[in-house]
């Protein structure tokens, strides 16, 4: 049967990137794999023809001679000293070279040879790649994001087949271990350092712990986002901390210090006299450091005037005495409708 072109096996175009091919490759190999196709020969089938186009068009080497001299190049069953009387070409007789009828211009075929074949054989796969980059998420509490800390995450890591070597195959058969994926799966918990000032939605980069590079390339990085759990009392907008202090009547009228709790502990801070309800005061320096700037935020605080509760003789008196302290009807400026 005569093989499809290998660019039309990946679904990809001739100027296709080595991104797009690998991408592709992994796309159809994730759908063909025996594992997800269990006894149907067709998908079996097809899965070691997108295997066999990859390891042709990944190559650099390869990939030009393919485009050159089509199936008759590496890596598609051409063998120098394959034809009759050892001096031919596979699939051609007589001795007759194909390549009669292509033009090569700055050199001649034994420079092409040279590039494509060392000592008369196939030259070993030495293009190395680094491994895919993976990702996962964790949770962390509030105090960890903003003061830094520790996580663990549990991660499937994909690693070079040992039994094949990541060839997918042993002799001529599917290797057992890997299924002909060339890569098994192997579990890891991997800590991870967690900086101060972490967002909520933050991306985390981990070096090292994606997938394993192929013939000693590097492996790819985990990527880890991260998901705050809220505080019950501090919240954060941005870099500043804001935060709600309750205080009394007299503290209000007279002013006072108050004891306003932050993120990095309690701080004494001094409330004017005359302070009105839900009046916003700022401590500088006392909210979050940021992990791109360096710069610290500040922690805001909304005092909120408490009025005892319950009500007796002596609070009544005290109330109206307070009442005749008024310059002026506190609902003055409200609006009488729309």
Do not use: W
């Amino acid at each position: 049967m005569k093989k499809r072109d290998y660019y039309e096996v990946l679904g990809v175009s001739r100027g296709a990137s080595e991104a797009e091919i690998k991408k592709a490759y992994r796309r159809l190999a994730r759908k063909l794999h025996p594992d997800v196709n269990p006894g149907d020969k067709g998908a079996q089938k097809k899965f070691q023809e997108v295997q066999e186009a990859y390891e042709v068009l990944r190559e650099a080497d390869k990939r030009r001679a393919y485009d050159r001299f089509g199936h008759a190049g590496p890596g598609a069953g051409f063998e120098p000293g394959a034809g009759p009387g050892g001096g031919g070409f596979a699939g051609f007789s007589g001795g007759a070279s194909p390549f009669e009828s292509f033009e090569f211009q700055g050199g001649d075929l034994s420079d092409l040879f040279g590039n494509i074949f060392g000592g008369g054989g196939r030259r070993p796969r030495t293009q190395r790649e680094k491994g895919e980059d993976s990702s996962g998420t964790i949770e962390i509490p509030f105090r960890d994001a903003v003061l830094g800390g520790m996580a663990s995450l549990a991660i499937r890591r994909e690693r070079t087949c040992e039994k094949c070597e990541g060839t997918g195959r042993i002799g001529r058969n599917v290797c057992p271990t890997c299924r002909g994926a060339g890569r098994v799966a192997a579990a890891e918990t991997v800590r991870i350092k967690i900086p101060e000032g972490t967002e909520d939605g933050g991306t985390i980069r981990v070096p090292g712990k994606g997938g394993e590079g192929s013939l000693g390339g590097l492996p790819g990085d985990l990527y880890v986002t991260v998901r705050v759990v809220p505080h019950p009392y501090f919240e954060r907008q941005g870099d500043d901390i804001h935060g709600d202090v309750p205080i009394t009547v007299k503290e209000a009228y007279a002013g006072a210090e108050i004891e306003v709790p932050t993120i990095h502990g309690v701080v004494l801070a001094k409330i004017p006299p005359s302070t009105q309800s839900r009046q916003k005061f700022r401590l500088r320096g006392k909210g979050v450091k940021s992990p791109r700037s360096g710069m610290t935020g500040d922690h805001i605080y909304t005092v909120r005037v408490m009025v005892p509760r319950g009500v007796t003789p002596a609070g009544s008196d005290a109330a109206t005495l307070l009442e005749s302290l008024y310059e002026a009807p506190v609902r003055r400026d409200l609006p009488k409708g729309l």
